[in-house]
C-alpha cells in the first residue's frame, strides 16, 4: 500500500484555470504538508495542517487554498493559474508536529499551466 | 532565518567509490534535526539518513554514513561503494522545533560512472 498517495500525478491545463491536487496518507500521521519544487528543484514549504488546522502558511498567494476535510487528507485548490505556478507539488505527512519526526513524502504532481 | 547551502551544484562519482556530498547551515537554535533525501529520476522523495543534534555520534544507513561537525554548523553526506541506483538528485534537509517544516537546500545532482 501507498503510504502517501497524490492524484493526479501530471496536471496539464491553461492560464486562468481553477485546479486541485488531492493527497491522502494511510499512516496515521497527524500532520501534512505541501510543497514547492520549482523548475531549478528548489524545494519550499506552502503549507502544514495538524490535526486539520493551519500551521504553517509561507505567505502563499491567496490563489492557493489548501483544505483538510480529515487528518488523512490534505487537497490543494488553485484558482486562476499563471504560468508561474507551473512546478512539481508534493504532499508530505509526519506523526506529528515535532521536530524529530520523519516527513514521508508523495510522489509529486507535475502540475504544467499553458 | 535558517538557511541550508549545497555548494555543489554535481558531483560524479565512479561505480565501487566513495564520493561526499557537503552541506552547511544557519541556525541559532541548539536542537533540530538533519535530515538527506534523495531523489532519483522518478521524483520520489527518499529519506537517506538523519541526524539529531544534540547527539555527537554520526549517523549511518549501511553504505550512508554522515560528518556532522555542529560548530562548524556542516552535516556531509558520505556514500561508500557507489551503485549505479545511487545516482539522483541529495537534498539536504533542516527541520527545526517550530511547526516542523522542513528547509531544503539547492540539490547536489549526483552521478554514477560504470
Known amino acids: 500500500d501507498t503510504a502517501v498517495s497524490q492524484t493526479p500525478k501530471y496536471l496539464v491545463t491553461q492560464m486562468g484555470n481553477d485546479k486541485s491536487i488531492k493527497c491522502e496518507q494511510n499512516l496515521g500521521h497527524d500532520t501534512m504538508y505541501w510543497y514547492k519544487q520549482d523548475s531549478k528543484k528548489f524545494l519550499k514549504i506552502m503549507f502544514s495542517?495538524?490535526?486539520?488546522?493551519?500551521?504553517i502558511n509561507e505567505t502563499v498567494p491567496n490563489r492557493f487554498s489548501p483544505k483538510s476535510p480529515d487528518k488523512a487528507h490534505l487537497n490543494l485548490h488553485i484558482n486562476s493559474l499563471e504560468l508561474g505556478d507551473s512546478a512539481v507539488y508534493f504532499c508530505a505527512s509526519s506523526q506529528d508536529v515535532r521536530w524529530w519526526d520523519t516527513q514521508y513524502f508523495g510522489p509529486g504532481t507535475r502540475l504544467t499551466v499553458l | 532565518a535558517q538557511t541550508v547551502t549545497q555548494s555543489q551544484p554535481e558531483m560524479s562519482v565512479q561505480e565501487a567509490e566513495t564520493v561526499t556530498l557537503s552541506c552547511t547551515y544557519d541556525t541559532s537554535e541548539s536542537d533540530y534535526y538533519l535530515f538527506w533525501y534523495k531523489q532519483p529520476p522518478s521524483r520520489q522523495m527518499i529519506l537517506v539518513i538523519r541526524q539529531e543534534a544534540y547527539k555527537q555520534q554520526n549517523a549511518t544507513e549501511n553504505r550512508f554514513s554522515v560528518n556532522f561537525q555542529k560548530a562548524a554548523k556542516s552535516f556531509s553526506l558520505k556514500i561508500s561503494d557507489s551503485q549505479l541506483g545511487d545516482a539522483a538528485m541529495y537534498f539536504c534537509?533542516?527541520?527545526?522545533?517550530?511547526?516542523?517544516?522542513?528547509?531544503f537546500g539547492q540539490g547536489t545532482e549526483l552521478s554514477v560512472k560504470p
Open positions: 495542517y495538524n490535526n486539520k488546522e493551519l500551521i
Open positions: 534537509a533542516y527541520r527545526h522545533n517550530q511547526g516542523g517544516k522542513l528547509i
